[in-house]
Antibody, heavy 124, light 110 residues
Framework: EVQLVESGGGLVQPGRSLRLSCAAS????????MHWVRQAPGKGLEWVSG????????GYADSVKGRFTISRDNAKNSLYLQMNSLRTEDMALYYC?????????????????WGRGALLTVSS | QSVLTQPPSASGTPGQRVTISCSGS????????VYWYQQLPGTAPKLLIY???QRPSGVPDRFSGSISGTSSSLAISGLRSEDEADYYC???????????FGGGTKLTVL
């Protein structure tokens, strides 16, 4: 079955760090770019970061640039998001999403498969 | 404030045709494809329309997308109760170098 499964969410204090993981299965992971998209409680969708198939091209939303780091391990079919200096406004459901193509930018950037999400709560 | 602008709500009765608009600018919709996502209550988003007017396999032809200038629309014909969901438009933004979303439209089937 083609699927993405996020893990690593939880409760963390402001200023602390957390790493999310996304396990991919059912497709050739290293053929595709991957993204993280978040949704704050009761709010809309916000793109967080994207990474190309070979990690050669990476992008971040301005809201997380310098604090979050996206990475992938193609041997483990896994995507990661290292989140540092967390703020209350980072609190959201974080979705792992597969791109249609190999590059996170360009014509095939769009998300054609989503995971169920990992919930991050930031509170003291 | 979202980069793309959608009405917060829309409604219709079963069998009706409804449209949801998405307004952007020259750096996003004006120069790139538009994508539409459906988010049913309590679930992850699902790709509904890609490249402005293409449907992935499995999406009924009741759903259609169009684009004109810096705006796009999603039309749903033959409205059904199971269409009740949040709908989001998205596009690549050349100025921001990343994808941007609309704020979402909550569709209610009366």
């Amino acid at each position: 079955e083609v699927q993405l499964v996020e893990s690593g969410g939880g409760l963390v204090q402001p200023g602390r760090s957390l790493r999310l993981s996304c396990a991919a299965s059912g497709f050739t992971f290293d053929d595709y770019a991957m993204h993280w998209v978040r949704q704050a409680p009761g709010k809309g969708l916000e793109w967080v970061s994207g990474i190309s198939w070979n990690s050669g091209s990476i992008g971040y939303a301005d809201s997380v640039k310098g604090r979050f780091t996206i990475s992938r391990d193609n041997a483990k079919n896994s995507l990661y998001l290292q989140m540092n200096s967390l703020r209350t406004e980072d609190m959201a459901l974080y979705y792992c999403a597969k791109a249609s193509g190999s590059w996170y930018l360009g014509g095939d950037w769009y998300f054609d498969l989503w995971g169920r999400g990992a919930l991050l709560t930031v509170s003291s | 404030q979202s980069v793309l602008t959608q009405p917060p709500s829309a409604s219709g009765t079963p069998g009706q045709r409804v449209t949801i608009s998405c307004s952007g600018s020259s750096s996003n919709i004006g120069s790139n494809y538009v994508y539409w996502y459906q988010q049913l209550p309590g679930t992850a988003p699902k790709l509904l329309i890609y490249r402005s007017n293409q449907r992935p396999s499995g999406v009924p032809d009741r759903f259609s997308g169009s684009i004109s200038g810096t705006s796009s629309s999603l039309a749903i014909s033959g409205l059904r109760s199971e269409d009740e969901a949040d709908y989001y438009c998205a596009a690549w933004d050349d100025s921001l170098s990343g994808p941007v979303f609309g704020g979402g439209t909550k569709l209610t089937v009366l």
